[in-house]
């Protein structure tokens, strides 16, 4: 591990590496304070009170993450939810990954014949580095498993091409090591063997390929025994029935979608042309032709032997990206809300890039630099109003939280609260226990609260001034709430809400409001109704 970090590669680089840490400081600095929401309570609940041993079980949460709960037990005890810790190891990890992947490329490149490997390898990962689609992972602090295991996957691979080259059985027996400590990081680690395997393809035919392909399968196989037995079934974090599903037509758009996200950029589309795009792809014809005309020509560019060495390489690139995808490919892919599920395509981001660039060096200098200077003036646009969000959402969660009052109420009935801030997450709750309030004020603003609480409706918050005008009758407990604007709708537990009802009261969509009617009035003592207004509450 030194000889990879220490090594002349990087001593000659160091220029490139502090210009990704100067771009990367440069955009989200803003973001120091940010990204302590929704799943992030839910991690400081369940390590509340408990003791390093329960990093072993990953403190109840259904998962092999070991490695991943061995960060955050620190950094919780380390930095609580002061943001700069986190800001400064998320940051440093993002820089730490373009970097390699800047190292990866040129190998690739390199091996394929590129004379010059090193300018389209930063052009590839500045792309990268400065994509919109890398702010969730980067700001979010409950995605450092994404970050961390991004990391070692990419390091093990660069140590299996040093392999290739040197021979030397020390870098194998490391990367083959990290493979494992990425594998109890992430599940997004199981692709590795396959961009293994493209690389031996690539890089490696001087090796056999049983030395690759037979540990990395006896690896695979006991990470999944080892769920089984301590999980109790073969996948965990979403389990077997969604980790694995292996239905084709799906897997097949949802490649498609991924491929098109950063191809065409339709998640910057408006919402009626995006969704009409996204449902078109979950046609089964077009899902079974994407992936067999997908499948035909990676196949053509990379293995027909007439193929230009550049379109080659493109192909290659683009097959790593897909094969990177393996693990997350069968997932819902996202498109609704800004920012969501980004994360998942962090790590093969990288490799679409890898091509895209090659694409762009096929055309004329001229062209090409203009080609890249486009792509990356628009990523860095889009980057900037992405960090920007997430520095308005956590200004308004904070503002909201430092608002609240009413601690010693014995029920507290929140008939409005934001959802999230033009996609940014802010009191998303999956829970169904009404807990991301009360959670955010413990855990965020120190004001615990033994209340019991009610999230009745969530909106989308698409304006920091975003508000109601609100009415209650008070002899017949019910309550009226009317946007002041237009462009926000209901939410709860994640997602578009419309008619319900519970024990304590019913939730009806008015117009562009809505009507909450009390079952049980008058209410018990001490209890309060309140609504968002922007980043304060009001008591009705």
Same mark, same amino acid.
């Given at each position: 591990?030194?000889?990879?970090?220490?090594?002349?590669? $990087?001593?000659?680089?160091?220029? %490139?590496?502090?210009?990704?840490?100067?771009?990367?400081?440069?955009?989200?600095?803003?973001? #120091?304070?940010?990204?302590?929401?929704?799943?992030?309570?839910?991690?400081?609940?369940?390590?509340?009170?408990?003791?390093? =041993?329960?990093?072993?079980? @990953?403190?109840?949460?259904?998962?092999?993450?070991?490695?991943?709960?061995? $960060?955050?037990?620190?950094?919780?005890?380390?930095?609580?939810? #002061?943001? %700069?810790?986190?800001?400064?190891?998320?940051?440093?990890?993002h820089v730490l990954n373009a970097f390699l992947g800047?190292?990866?490329?040129?190998?690739?490149?390199?091996?394929?014949?590129?004379?010059?490997?090193?300018?389209?390898?930063?052009?590839?990962?500045?792309?990268?580095?400065?994509?919109?689609?890398?702010?969730?992972?980067?700001?979010?602090?409950?995605?450092?498993?994404?970050?961390? @295991?991004?990391?070692?996957?990419?390091?093990?691979?660069?140590?299996?091409?040093?392999?290739?080259?040197?021979?030397?059985?020390?870098?194998?027996?490391?990367?083959?090591?990290?493979?494992?400590?990425?594998?109890?990081?992430?599940?997004?680690?199981?692709?590795?063997?396959?961009? #293994?395997? +493209?690389?031996?393809? %690539? #890089?490696?035919?001087?090796?056999?390929? =049983?030395?690759?392909?037979?540990?990395?399968?006896?690896l695979v196989a006991g990470y999944f025994l080892l769920?089984?037995?301590?999980?109790?079934?073969?996948?965990?974090?979403?389990?077997?029935?969604?980790?694995?599903?292996? /239905?084709?037509?799906? %897997?097949?758009?949802? @490649?498609?979608?991924? $491929?098109?996200?950063?191809?065409?950029?339709?998640?910057?589309?408006?919402? *009626?042309?995006?969704?009409?795009?996204?449902?078109?792809?979950?046609?089964?014809?077009? !899902?079974?032709?994407?992936?067999?005309?997908?499948?035909?020509?990676?196949?053509?560019?990379?293995?027909?032997?007439?193929?230009?060495?550049?379109?080659?390489?493109?192909?290659?690139?683009?097959?790593?990206?897909?094969?990177?995808?393996?693990?997350?490919?069968?997932?819902?892919?996202?498109?609704?809300?800004?920012?969501?599920? /980004?994360?998942?395509?962090?790590?093969?981001?990288?490799?679409? $890039?890898?091509?895209?660039?090659?694409?762009?060096?096929?055309?004329?200098?001229?062209?090409?630099?203009?080609?890249?200077?486009?792509?990356?003036?628009?990523?860095?646009?889009?980057?900037?109003?992405?960090? *920007?969000?997430?520095?308005?959402?956590?200004?308004?969660?904070?503002?909201?939280?430092?608002?609240?009052?009413?601690?010693?109420?014995?029920?507290?009935?929140?008939?409005?609260?934001?959802?999230?801030?033009?996609?940014?997450?802010?009191?998303? /709750?999956?829970?169904?226990?009404?807990?991301?309030?009360?959670?955010?004020?413990?855990?965020?603003?120190?004001?615990?609260?033994?209340?019991?609480?009610?999230?009745?409706?969530?909106?989308?918050?698409?304006?920091?001034?975003?508000?109601?005008?609100?009415?209650? /009758?008070?002899?017949?407990?019910?309550?009226?709430?009317?946007f002041n604007q237009w462009g926000n709708w209901w939410?709860?537990?994640?997602?578009?809400? =419309?008619?319900?009802?519970?024990?304590?009261?019913?939730?009806?969509?008015?117009?562009?409001?809505?009507?909450?009617?009390?079952?049980?009035?008058?209410?018990?003592?001490? +209890?309060?109704?309140?609504? !968002?207004?922007?980043?304060?509450?009001?008591?009705?």
């Amino acid at each position: 591990m030194k000889s990879l970090y220490q090594s002349s590669n $990087f001593r000659q680089n160091v220029g %490139i590496a502090s210009l990704f840490l100067l771009l990367t400081h440069l955009f989200y600095w803003r973001t #120091a304070s940010a990204g302590f929401v929704t799943d992030f309570t839910g991690l400081l609940q369940r390590l509340d009170g408990a003791t390093f =041993g329960g990093v072993w079980n @990953c403190f109840g949460f259904p998962a092999m993450h070991q490695v991943t709960n061995f $960060f955050l037990f620190f950094f919780v005890k380390w930095f609580g939810t #002061a943001g %700069i810790g986190w800001y400064l190891v998320f940051t440093s990890l993002h820089v730490l990954n373009a970097f390699l992947g800047f190292s990866l490329a040129k190998k690739i490149f390199e091996k394929n014949g590129h004379v010059k490997p090193s300018v389209p390898a930063l052009m590839a990962s500045l792309l990268f580095l400065l994509s919109p689609y890398q702010v969730e992972v980067v700001v979010w602090r409950v995605c450092f498993n994404f970050l961390l @295991c991004t990391l070692l996957v990419l390091t093990s691979l660069l140590l299996l091409v040093k392999y290739f080259e040197e021979k030397k059985q020390r870098d194998l027996l490391w990367s083959q090591g990290l493979f494992v400590v990425a594998l109890f990081t992430f599940e997004l680690a199981l692709a590795l063997p396959l961009l #293994a395997i +493209t690389l031996w393809w %690539i #890089a490696g035919k001087r090796v056999k390929i =049983g030395t690759i392909l037979f540990p990395h399968l006896i690896l695979v196989a006991g990470y999944f025994l080892l769920n089984k037995l301590i999980l109790g079934g073969w996948a965990g974090h979403y389990g077997e029935a969604v980790h694995l599903n292996f /239905d084709l037509r799906n %897997i097949g758009a949802n @490649c498609l979608k991924y $491929f098109t996200k950063y191809l065409l950029w339709w998640r910057e589309w408006p919402h *009626g042309g995006k969704e009409r795009f996204i449902l078109f792809f979950e046609k089964p014809v077009m !899902a079974w032709s994407g992936l067999t005309l997908g499948v035909v020509a990676l196949a053509a560019l990379v293995f027909y032997k007439k193929t230009p060495s550049k379109l080659r390489l493109v192909g290659i690139s683009w097959l790593l990206f897909f094969l990177a995808l393996a693990p997350v490919a069968n997932l819902y892919v996202a498109y609704i809300l800004q920012g969501e599920n /980004d994360r998942y395509g962090y790590l093969p981001s990288l490799f679409f $890039f890898f091509g895209l660039v090659v694409l762009f060096d096929s055309f004329p200098r001229w062209l090409r630099n203009g080609l890249f200077a486009t792509w990356l003036l628009a990523s860095t646009f889009f980057l900037q109003k992405m960090t *920007g969000y997430w520095q308005q959402s956590a200004r308004i969660t904070t503002s909201l939280l430092d608002d609240f009052r009413w601690q010693e109420a014995s029920e507290v009935y929140v008939l409005a609260m934001p959802e999230n801030y033009h996609g940014i997450p802010m009191f998303k /709750d999956f829970s169904r226990e009404n807990l991301a309030l009360k959670h955010a004020l413990h855990y965020l603003a120190n004001k615990p609260s033994d209340a019991q609480f009610y999230q009745v409706a969530q909106f989308n918050l698409t304006n920091t001034t975003n508000g109601f005008t609100a009415s209650r /009758d008070s002899t017949a407990g019910i309550f009226r709430l009317q946007f002041n604007q237009w462009g926000n709708w209901w939410w709860l537990y994640g997602m578009g809400l =419309g008619d319900y009802q519970t024990e304590q009261y019913r939730f009806r969509t008015d117009g562009n409001g809505c009507r909450v009617e009390m079952k049980q009035w008058p209410p018990k003592p001490g +209890t309060v109704f309140i609504v !968002a207004q922007g980043g304060r509450w009001e008591e009705l």
